[in-house]
């Protein structure tokens, strides 16, 4: 149970996509998006961005994520995964999916929000896993992602 | 830094099924079925949560805690609806409801998620449900795309 003598640290690392991202190629091509305007982070000395795509914790921490994705497409019922990279490998409660329309005000949306345990300069990715091969465009106004410091160590 | 009030609570419940959950309708509907969310994914219990059974979490002391899942479906026809329900000792918690319509193949999914708040009692159990809204048609949500979060936030 959580001890009184531990005080919280409010740190958050929260980031959208900078423009919208077409992704060509076949089906199980993956592209990492580049998350680098920053939505109101307080850092706070525990999170920095060493890339553009990159959130690094720069202490051992457990973390709360939350992402959400907006997706078009050239086609409809294009399928396309969703997923958080922690150091490049995927992690697994992470994975959402869902199928793309071809109007562009016919919007997809994956979001999900989960706990990891994250070592000092681990970092974290959000990754699109295409699942056919026709033409998919993330959507920077609809897609963020949100690092919350939960608990250090 | 100063802490003020209660202590701060770091427990959390977090699982993903061990298979695909399917769920099939006959000349009537609905039809549900319970995930099997046996695969633990960075919990830390704390002694504030266990698992009696493959599809409860259970609190074991009264809190108020956060609530996320997410999980994709598909099905055996094109645009087949579904609901995802958090389950409160087995009673549908009416505001947790997320929903679509599936596809019939399994590149194209359907992705639902939701984050709520909730109360639980000392030894409440938390489930996920997928309901078949239709008629003669199989749902089936994705293991690898699914998963339940119990935060603890506050004793009561």
Known sequence: MGAGSQARPRAYAQYQLASNTNIAGAAGTTAILNMSIDRESTLNGYFDKPTNERIR???????????????????????????????????????????????????????????????????LELQVNKLEGNGLTVLASGTLLLVELYELG | MIVIGKPVIRAWAQYQPSTNLSVTTGSTAPASGIFNLSVDRESKLDGLFDKPSATEIRALVAMNTRISFGTA???????????????????????????GRARNRTVEPYDANSSFRLVLAANDTISLEMVNLETLNTCVGVAARTVVLVEALELL
């Open chain 1, 57 to 123: 914790a720069l202490s051992a921490m457990s973390v709360r994520v939350t992402y959400g994705v907006g997706m078009d497409s050239n086609v409809n019922h294009e399928g396309y995964e969703i997923r958080v990279l922690k150091n490049g490998a995927v992690v697994p409660q992470s994975v959402g999916a869902s199928n793309a329309r071809a109007n562009a005000a016919e919007g997809s949306n994956v979001g999900r929000t989960f706990m990891t345990n994250l070592t000092a300069n681990q970092y």
């Open chain 2, 73 to 99: 479906v598909t099905s055996n026809v094109n645009n087949s609806g579904f609901g995802i329900y958090i389950l409160r000792n087995g009673a549908r918690i009416p505001y947790s409801v997320s929903g």
